[in-house]
């Protein structure tokens, strides 16, 4: 690999980090952890319906569900989400985003969305060279 190749990858591990940093100031600031807002955030974004099972939200989240159970119970007693036996297969739960969730969610994704279009450009994906 090049210099060159290592300043692209160098910058962009540096725009991820910066991002991230940003991302965790603006979720501590509505009183929440990151963890927290991901869950409300793969609740919302889970594709097709408003609501995930445990194990769906483990992978999301890349966690064992005995930390996603606790974490739902966390959300729950803040009243971001609740637990909803399943209509159509009773062993499962269904966890459901709340009215607090939604408003904590919502403004949160829209500083994510402002901050990522600001940083416009800078996540394409870097071309290393395979030359020396």
Known sequence: MKKEDFEVLSEFRYQ?????RFSQDAIQAEGITPLQYLLL???????????????EIATRLQAKPHGVVALITRCEALGMVTRVQSKQDRRQ???????????????????????LAALNGVFTVPVISTQD
């Not at 991820?16 to 991230?20: A, L, S």
């Not at 793969?42 to 408003?50: C, T």
């Open 93 to 115: 739960i269904e966890v459901h985003l709340q009215d607090k969730g939604k408003q904590i969610l919502n403004r949160l994704a829209a500083l994510h969305r402002a901050e």
């Open 16 to 20: 991820m980090r910066r991002f991230e």
């Open 41 to 55: 955030l793969h609740l919302k974004g889970f594709k097709g319906r408003e609501w995930a099972n445990v194990g």
